[in-house]
């Protein structure tokens, strides 16, 4: 070990960085230099060398691992996707985490529609692999354990969003007939799904990749224009013209769309618990489920 990397790294003086730490030693990568990105559903750095390591929550190895595999499947398959850092036997497992580190990519930017379309319709179009189960979609993954981590937020609201959760449980095994179920993103809303300016329809975020019904990937972006207003109605014909089909005009979509609401919501509010500054926003998007800010589309900000 150098002595830039002995030396006191404030960014690494966190649970998930010393995880890190530990996960970048064993693997033989240097630490010094080690920046964070972003602190959402993974903790995300950057470290020397074009290497972004990704830290998952505790008891995500799993999905971890999956996440590796769809990797190394959509690169064989010459799909463009996020890759990973080679010669190294992934995820690793540090403090009761797991680790994986991935090629950095160039400078990029979201997705536009279009592009997340034609990204949509050449993962769908995919055989499912012969090499690993993918699993179900699970659309409800840890959205209980979301709103009880919410301690901020208060009860009342938790009971609704509780409440809100098991209707919509009741109601999925309900969903009408759609398109063939296939190979699905899982998360595909656009900033997972980026662009360089050599190449469009980049893949990002593979851990919830699964088998389950194409709308799932399509309410995604659907959502942005019906529910949260931050694309156009021109925007989303043109991500109807490159995939080939309005998930808006199939009798599930109300279905997949408060299920994707409560999602980005129980998003929010996780986040909230540990970011004041998120509160706000986090509350504002309970409040529109709730229907005390009026019909859609309700102009949600990011957060996180």
Known sequence: MTVAEDAPHP????DAGRTLR???????LPIAGAVLVRAGENAIYRLTGDVVARVSRTGQEQA?????????WLEAGRVPAVRLVPDLDQPILAH?????FWRELPAHRHGTPREVGRALRQLHDLAPPDGFQLGPLLPFTRLRERIDMAQWLAENDRGWLRQHLAELEARWPE????LPHCVVHGDAWLGNVVATEEQAGILLDLERCSVGPPEWDLVSTAIK??????????EYAEFVEAYGHDVTAWPGYELLRDIRELRITCYGVQQGAGRPEFRPEAQRRVDCLRGLRGPRPWGWVAIG
């Open 11 to 14: 960014e690494l003086d966190t």
């Open 22 to 28: 530990a996960a970048a030693n064993a693997a033989g």
């Open 64 to 72: 971890a691992a999956k996440e590796v595999a769809v990797a190394q």
């Open 96 to 100: 009761g985490r797991a680790v994986t």
């Open 175 to 178: 969903l009408p007939p759609g």
């Open 225 to 234: 224009v019906g529910s949260t207003g931050t694309i156009s109605r021109t």
